[in-house]
């Protein structure tokens, strides 16, 4: 602890860009606890929108397309959504989701009514992509659904019957989902009900939207044994009054709250380019995310005031970075390319969430594909897995296993503000008796050496490594080209003495395992 102090004193005056001359060592301690809580799965999470390419091409091309598919979903999609175990994913919106009527999205889809997508560049929607699509692909990969309900401009009505639609045996709209195809209902446990309703979701104050969703969340049954867990919408960053009223009013009435927190360098003007940055940008950019961790912390503070024993989650349902969108690209569609600096921003913002899993019960990154910081770009019948994807795979072993608190000391650099940026982070988990350890070395020059003392958890063996890194930090993979940035085994770290050492590249995200 002294040394992270003394770390913390001595490299404050240093500029974002210059290096730590010594080079970077760090220790990371492993402190298991009996009362540690499991990682959930669903801080994994994955959000997808009517928004640009999101949906359609990014997911779903239709039964007729020669994009090879399965009932109109790419074959890759499905791949890369299982190899990825997607836990849950978060529909139709965001902003396009309090003025989607979902009445619109069912039946033969060519009958189907057209909209314009006021949010999102004013595309046309054909709605070809509905409840039914969604809940049976939802199915097809095994994800949660995480139905965002229209409270801005729809009706308590139309919510309530939409529910009914999904998850009724018997009745009206039970009949309508069997005449569409659907006899069995699907099951449905996530409801939002609203979105950013703040803002693009209606513009509401707190109390009057703490009022509205206990009169909208009444009329959402729980029909034939299925049981929903009701998300009231949440707070944008440092809107601590948001949470303090909607706890206050409607708390004893929710399962959940959300929150939204995008790396973005601000709301007006330029947002910087995803691929063309230098040193201080990137370095900015760590900062901006780990400024999550005191956000969250605040709102659970809050939280606790009305809920001490943790029965309302906090449901990051929007997270990640927001850049300029690619130049040439569709305006309003969100489009932008993910280098290494995005992997890095995943990686740190996962460990975030892993601290607070007690109450922070979902993440959903922002977004699922050819959207903001995606999982996968792509064009025609290509597909680019983004080094953000690779960093979810590399974390799938901590998914559902028991989180394991570390003490890193390390060097830190000061960014902005009082943002200090750790040259390595850490976080562990423990499944079946493996220990899972990810580690993150932001530095653009230096290499880490990491000891890890494992003789308090009768670690002896590794038994699994691997190791996301580029040449450039600014690297990225495109159609066509050879990836740049893609997961590949890591044999540099062995255990001597009980002292399991890892050798970090530069720039470097690794995840080991031990037993
Ligand atoms: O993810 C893009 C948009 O960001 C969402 O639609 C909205 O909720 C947020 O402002």
Partial sequence: MNLLKLATVSFALLSASEAWSAGVSATVKLVPSEESPIIQKEIYGQFAEHLGTC??????????????????????????MRELKVPVLRWPGGCFADEYHWRHGIGPRNQRPRMVNNNWGGTVEDNSFGTNEFFNLCELVGAEPYLSGNVGSGTVEELATWVEYITAEDGPMAELRKQNGREK????????????????????????????????????????????????????????????????????????????????????????SATDFDADSYYWTLGKCLGIEPVIKRHCEIMDKYDPKCHVGLLVDEWGTWWDQEPGSIPGHLYQQNTMRDAMVAALSLNVFHKFTRRVKMANIAQIANVLQSMWLTKGDQMVLTPTYYVFKMYVPHMEATYVPVEVTTGYRHVDGDRMVPDVSATASLKDGVYTISLTNVDLEKEATVEIPVQNIGAKVVVGGDILTCANINDYNDFGQQEKVSLKKFANAKINKGILTVNMPAKSIITIQVK
């Avoid at 039964?63 to 499905?78: C, H, L, Q, W």
């Fill in 55 to 80: 949906i359609y091409g990014g997911i779903w091309v239709g039964e007729d397309s020669p994009i090879p598919n399965t009932n109109g979903y790419r074959n890759d999609v499905i791949k890369a």
């Fill in 185 to 272: 209902p699907w099951h449905l446990k996530y409801l939002g009900v609203g979105n950013e309703s703040w803002g693009c979701g209606g513009n509401f104050l707190p109390e009057f939207y703490a009022n509205v969703y206990r009169r909208y969340q009444t009329y959402c049954r729980d029909f034939n044994g299925n049981h929903l867990y009701k998300v009231a919408s949440g707070a944008s960053d440092y809107d601590y009054d948001w949470t303090e009223k909607l706890m206050k009013i409607a708390g004893r009435h929710m399962d959940g709250i959300s929150l939204h927190y995008y790396t973005v360098t601000g709301w007006s003007g330029s947002k910087g």
